[in-house]
Structure formats: C-alpha cells, structure tokens
C-alpha cells in the first residue's frame, strides 16, 4: 500500500504463466575462456535467471549467449538446430536478442530523439542500412509502441536522454519487443529503474513470454530473481554452481549459494 501511495498507482505482483515443456534454446557444455561451463534446456514462454554477485560470471554467459564475447567451448541449440555464429548482428537473426546493462554507453544514442532511438537500427526492423524512412512516418510508427510500453512523456520527438531512467529502458525494451525474436537475454532490466516502472517492465515480460518468447535475466538483484524467475542458474567464480527451481527460489537461498555459503557440489550446471 505503501509503494501504490509513493508511486501514485496500484501496483500488483507479476503473475508469470507456467512455461510449456517445448525446448526453445539448449546449451551444452557451453562457456567461454573464464565462464561455465553450462548444460540447461530453456523452454519456450520461460523466463530464466543467470544470477550471481557482481563478476561472478552470469553476465559473461549472458553475453556470450547473444553474441557479445565468443563462446569458446560446448554448444548452443535453437528449437533443435545447432548455431554457429560470433556476432550479435548474427545471434539476431537466428533469433536471438539482447539488451545491455549499461543503457548511456551502449543503448541509447546521446542527443537524439526518441523515434530514433527507437528505429536506430535498420536491420532490426526488416530494412537496410541506407534506406531511411522519412521522419513523418518515423513519428507515427512511434506513438504505437509508445502507448503499449508505457512511455511517458508521450513525444516521439524529444531527446531520449532527458527521461527518466525508468522510460529509457521501456524504450530500449520497445526496440526489442516490438519484434519477434524467440531468445532475449535482457542484462540488468530494471537497473536504476524506480518501483513503478519496475512493476510496468514486469508486465512487459509476462506479455512476451506469453506470446512465446524466452527471456534470459542476467541479474545481481536476487528481489528481481525471486519475483520473476521460473528457474535460476546461480554462479559462483565464474562456474554455475546451481539450478534453482522455482519453489526454491527465494532471496535468502539464492545469496546463500552466491555467497558459496552452503556446500554444494559444481555439477556443471546440469539440470
């Protein structure tokens, strides 16, 4: 009640549908020079959390998931077909995309307006690069996506960089979800985020996974892992260490294995 109060508007858990059992990305042994190995079969419509304390390796798998940094070892699998590639720009379009954490050095483009930020990359929205649209049409290919993430103010037009950071990540998300894309590794999501806008991108995952996507958290928020994982993977110096299932999955057991503070075995990840 408390929270509804501060943020002017009632906000409602997350109520996340159970997956389905259709295997949608598999990874065996796969890792990269200083991270996993991992073995986990993601289901289609399951959100999955790679969780840890800050470098503990979450984030180099995420990464190399997507594309960032090359896997070095083990393989990757979508909806059965193994996959080859070393770029993000390949990854999605495999079907595979990804949001960074750090949203002012590798997101947003500084000075430039919400429409463009939203269209910044061509490819991503079924063009190429050199075939602009014209900035009328840009504007009102915009407001659509603005209403159904919730962006606020509603101007296509101003610079992005003066939202809040809350309605930066709805954009960045938008660019992403506006699509279909059968994998997002989404790192750090609500990172800098206030409650309210919190509560507004967890929506956004429910509709997505809803609609068949698989999202992959890379987070060091175990609140955000407890509210929103179906599974977690929690790594410890770069191995993962445990799979999580969602009845165990709670805040005081997912810091106990981060922290490495209950003995357990390093299977590699297996589930």
């Given at each position: 009640?408390?929270?509804?109060?501060?943020?002017?508007?009632?906000?409602?858990?997350?109520?996340?549908?159970?997956?389905?059992?259709?295997?949608?990305?598999?990874?065996?042994?796969?890792?990269?020079?200083?991270?996993?190995?991992?073995?986990?079969?993601?289901?289609?419509?399951?959100?999955?959390?790679?969780?840890?304390?800050?470098?503990?390796?979450?984030?180099?798998?995420?990464?190399?998931?997507?594309?960032?940094?090359?896997?070095?070892?083990?393989?990757?699998?979508?909806?059965?077909?193994?996959?080859?590639?070393?770029?993000?720009?390949?990854?999605?379009?495999?079907?595979?995309?990804?949001?960074?954490?750090?949203?002012?050095?590798?997101?947003?483009?500084?000075?430039?307006?919400?429409?463009?930020?939203?269209?910044?990359?061509?490819?991503?929205?079924?063009?190429?690069?050199?075939?602009?649209?014209?900035?009328?049409?840009?504007?009102?290919?915009?407001?659509?996506?603005?209403?159904?993430?919730?962006?606020?103010?509603?101007?296509p037009d101003l610079s992005l960089d003066t939202f809040s950071?809350?309605?930066?990540?709805?954009?960045?998300?938008?660019?992403?979800?506006?699509?279909?894309?059968?994998?997002?590794?989404?790192?750090?999501?609500?990172?800098?985020?206030?409650?309210?806008?919190?509560?507004?991108?967890?929506?956004?995952?429910?509709?997505?996974?809803?609609?068949?996507?698989?999202?992959?958290?890379?987070?060091?928020?175990?609140?955000?892992?407890?509210?929103?994982?179906?599974?977690?993977?929690?790594?410890?110096?770069?191995?993962?260490?445990?799979?999580?299932?969602?009845?165990?999955?709670?805040?005081?057991?997912?810091?106990?294995?981060?922290?490495?503070?209950?003995?357990?075995?390093?299977?590699?990840?297996?589930?």
């Amino acid at each position: 009640e408390l929270v509804s109060l501060i943020v002017g508007k009632e906000i409602l858990d997350t109520e996340f549908a159970t997956p389905t059992k259709n295997v949608q990305l598999s990874l065996n042994e796969f890792g990269t020079h200083s991270a996993g190995p991992l073995t986990l079969d993601i289901f289609k419509g399951e959100v999955i959390a790679l969780c840890g304390l800050r470098g503990a390796g979450q984030d180099e798998i995420g990464r190399a998931i997507a594309g960032v940094v090359p896997a070095t070892r083990g393989s990757i699998s979508l909806t059965g077909n193994i996959l080859n590639y070393r770029k993000v720009s390949e990854a999605v379009r495999l079907g595979i995309g990804f949001s960074t954490s750090n949203r002012e050095t590798e997101a947003i483009a500084a000075g430039m307006s919400v429409k463009e930020n939203l269209f910044l990359n061509p490819l991503l929205w079924g063009r190429r690069f050199f075939s602009p649209i014209s900035s009328k049409k840009e504007r009102s290919l915009t407001f659509p996506h603005l209403d159904k993430f919730g962006v606020r103010p509603r101007d296509p037009d101003l610079s992005l960089d003066t939202f809040s950071g809350g309605n930066q990540q709805k954009v960045i998300l938008a660019r992403w979800f506006g699509l279909s894309f059968n994998v997002m590794v989404l790192e750090e999501p609500t990172m800098g985020v206030d409650i309210g806008a919190k509560a507004d991108i967890y929506g956004l995952f429910k509709n997505v996974t809803e609609a068949g996507t698989s999202l992959i958290i890379v987070s060091t928020d175990m609140e955000e892992v407890v509210r929103v994982a179906n599974r977690a993977v929690v790594f410890f110096q770069g191995k993962p260490v445990k799979i999580v299932e969602k009845s165990d999955i709670t805040f005081n057991n997912l810091i106990s294995i981060a922290s490495n503070l209950v003995p357990m075995a390093t299977s590699g990840g297996h589930n």
